[in-house]
Each structure stands twice: as structure tokens, then as C-alpha cells.
């Protein structure tokens, strides 16, 4: 019994230095997760101002292209006359 009590136990101070590299350990993940969060933040934001821009120049183009007269918008405007 004492030898199996003697492979398995191991020291306080022993004990306490094996939970401080952990506590590290796991602070530099914690950090190094929350960088590389950010830096994804941050260009997920880019793309959507980005789209948000393209999105507003296409419905500037289409609201130019479309007279005003001709009643824009939804308005679909068939012609059933036969060609000769």
C-alpha cells in the first residue's frame, strides 16, 4: 500500500506549481481567443460596411436607370401587340 501511495502522491508545492503553469496557460489562450476574436470582429465589420455600400450604389444606379414617368419600382409593363 505505502508503495502505491508513494508513486501516486506528490507534494504541495509540487501540486501548487503544476496548477500556476495551468493557470498561465489557460490566461494565454484566453488572450490569444479573445485577439484573433477580435481581428475577425473587425473584418466580419469591413465586409458588411462594405456590402452595405455596394448595396446602396447598386440601388442608386437602379432608382437613376428607372424614369420616373414610366412608374418605376414594381411595375412590370407588358406589350401583347403583334409585330409584323
Given at each position: 500500500?505505502?508503495?502505491?501511495?508513494?508513486?501516486?502522491?506528490?507534494?504541495?508545492?509540487?501540486?501548487?506549481?503544476?496548477?500556476?503553469?495551468?493557470?498561465?496557460?489557460?490566461?494565454?489562450?484566453h488572450?490569444?481567443?479573445?485577439?484573433?476574436r477580435?481581428?475577425?470582429?473587425?473584418?466580419?465589420?469591413?465586409k458588411?460596411?462594405?456590402?452595405?455600400?455596394?448595396?446602396?450604389?447598386?440601388?442608386?444606379?437602379?432608382?437613376?436607370?428607372?424614369?420616373?414617368?414610366?412608374?418605376?419600382?414594381?411595375?412590370?409593363?407588358?406589350?401583347?401587340?403583334?409585330?409584323?
Amino acid at each position: 500500500m505505502s508503495e502505491w501511495f508513494h508513486e501516486r502522491y506528490i507534494s504541495r508545492d509540487e501540486h501548487q506549481r503544476i496548477v500556476d503553469y495551468y493557470k498561465k496557460l489557460v490566461a494565454q489562450m484566453h488572450c490569444k481567443l479573445r485577439e484573433s476574436r477580435s481581428q475577425v470582429d473587425a473584418e466580419i465589420f469591413d465586409k458588411l460596411v462594405a456590402h452595405g455600400r455596394r448595396k446602396a450604389e447598386r440601388e442608386m444606379r437602379r432608382s437613376a436607370e428607372t424614369p420616373a414617368g414610366e412608374g418605376g419600382g414594381n411595375v412590370i409593363r407588358v406589350d401583347f401587340s403583334r409585330r409584323a
